[in-house]
């Protein structure tokens, strides 16, 4: 399977400060990348690189072969990202809002209509799509967020805390539409939660302090501890001094 995603030796550094430390990887199409930390790790700041709304301080990012800082609207033509948070344009209605993001990627039209429905439709939009962002529950904004990811269905997905803020069914909906669209996508999602990377991942990568401190498939890395949970604690927690 081809790689889509290729990241080498990238670095992100915010004054003395550094973020991102010479991270590499590559994600093939197929593949759920589960991008796991604890907070401040860098997860964020990473898919931020790859969207091309940080600049890198050193190292490339490519998807689909298109360098993100050299030819940054070729390579946004293949991604869709998720940020983290609520979608911007809280006074737009769902449906305008997917409206106006899809005429941003060129769409017009009948196109443009049946864009918006299928996201909407995969999403399971269609009960708010003229409520306004604003007065929707933080799972539902969420959920337009990844519609607004989705409309042109890319063939890589950049996805900050996709389940962030869903209740118990809205994660089950959103992990079976993740699993549903993995063997025809490369895809990574940041998550905090273990059981996250069990449920639909494919290769797990835990950072901490900017720097990859594991990179395997979620058997792998539950096989070192007595449980993922353990083991990510192991890598994760600092070390205390002797
Ligand atoms: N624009 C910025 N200026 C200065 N520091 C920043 C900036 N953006 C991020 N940072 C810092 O970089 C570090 C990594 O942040 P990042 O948001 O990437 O972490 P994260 O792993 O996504 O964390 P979380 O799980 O809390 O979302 C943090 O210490 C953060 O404060």
């Known amino acids: 399977m081809p790689d889509l995603i290729e990241i080498d030796r990238l670095s992100k550094r915010f004054g003395a400060f550094t973020a991102v430390d ?3 990887f590559r994600v093939a199409k197929g593949e759920v990348l589960g991008f796991l930390g604890p907070n401040g ?17 050193s190292g490339t990012a490519r998807i689909c072969g ?12 293949h ?16 449906e305008a809002f997917l409206a106006f993001t899809a005429r941003l990627r060129g769409y017009r039209g009948s196109e443009m209509r049946d864009r918006v429905a299928h996201a909407m439709g995969l999403t399971t939009l269609e009960g708010v799509r003229l409520q306004p962002i604003e007065t929707l529950s933080k799972g ?5 967020g990844l519609a607004q990811s ?18 118990p069914n809205q994660k089950h909906e959103v992990r079976r539409l993740i699993k549903q669209m993995a ?3 490369a895809i990574i999602i940041s998550t905090h939660l273990l059981e996250e990377v069990s449920a639909i991942c494919t290769r797990a990568i835990i ?19 007595p449980s993922l949970d353990a083991v990510f604690r192991d890598l994760t927690m600092p070390k205390e001094k002797a």
Do not use: W
Request: aromatic share 4%.
């Open 22 to 24: 010479d991270v590499s």
């Open 41 to 57: 790790a860098g997860k964020s700041t990473t898919m931020k690189m790859l969207a091309g709304f940080v600049t890198p301080s």
């Open 66 to 77: 298109e360098d993100v800082v050299d030819n940054p609207v070729a390579a946004k033509r």
């Open 79 to 94: 991604l869709g990202y998720l940020p983290e948070g609520a979608p911007t344009y809280p006074e737009m209605t769902v």
């Open 140 to 144: 539902f904004k969420r959920r337009v």
């Open 150 to 167: 989705l409309l042109h269905d890319p063939p890589v997905l950049v996805l900050d805390e996709p389940t962030d803020g869903l209740d």
């Open 183 to 185: 063997p025809e996508k």
């Open 207 to 225: 950072i901490a302090r900017g720097t990859v401190l594991a990179d395997a498939t979620p058997a792998e890395l539950a096989h070192r501890g």
